[in-house]
């Protein structure tokens, strides 16, 4: 067993401060928006330029003009905004962002991001990542622990093309919640059913004990 992606996004979730603007990266990230709480009072940003993106639409009641950044339709909650793509990046470069939530292909023990390019696979343009990365003031990763190959993701060293350095500080992978060391992962949660030996032997760098 372990967090199906739902979970994680669920888990992801409960990281939110109440009154934070959260940008949810493409693929995984996105199912957050399903499991936010209305007490939590969140705004979700979106690079092509929305702020305060709701739910998915019901079948039938989508809007092909209102989508997020990955060509998702989307809809808009009371007191939500349009600006153009300009101003979004305004906003993040700025720092106005408080967390993103991006997906991964690999992230290191110091906190190192790629989730671009795999080299010799195809390409798709980073995107909007890189300054996501570096101008919010929170990022963290989620991810699948291993790849398809079963190569892990979570390693000491990025060898993919980094997005940026240092920014990652949680990475919440089926496997576990982990934070950031330096030294390696510091583990602060187990997913169902996962054991220590079991996530050490998925992972590419040490697994170091939960802080006391």
Request: with cysteine.
């Amino acid at each position: 067993m372990a967090f199906t992606r739902e979970q994680i996004a669920e888990r992801a979730a409960k990281e939110i401060p109440s009154g934070c603007v959260v940008n949810l990266g493409i693929g995984l990230p996105t199912l957050v928006a399903s499991y936010l709480r209305d007490d939590q009072e969140v705004w979700l940003h979106s690079e092509n330029g929305l702020l305060g993106t709701g739910p998915f639409p019901y079948e039938g009641e989508e809007d092909p003009q209102v989508i997020n950044a990955g060509k998702q339709t989307v809809t808009i909650l009371p007191g939500g905004s349009c600006f153009d793509s300009a101003m979004s990046f305004s906003m993040i470069r700025g720092g106005h962002i408080d967390m993103a939530f991006l997906g991964a292909m690999q992230v290191s023990m110091s906190g190192d991001l790629a989730n671009w390019s795999i080299p010799g696979g195809k390409t798709m343009g980073i995107g909007g990542a890189m300054d996501l990365s570096s101008g919010c003031r929170q990022v963290i990763a989620l991810t699948t622990h291993q790849s398809k190959k079963g190569e892990p993701k979570l390693v000491s060293e990025c060898t993919f093309p980094l997005t940026a350095k240092g920014v990652v500080s949680r990475v919440i992978t089926d496997l576990a919640v982990l934070d950031i060391a330096g030294d390696g992962f510091r583990l602060v949660e187990l997913g169902p059913g996962v054991t220590r030996e079991e996530l050490e032997a998925a992972t590419g760098a040490p697994i170091l004990d939960p802080a006391v």
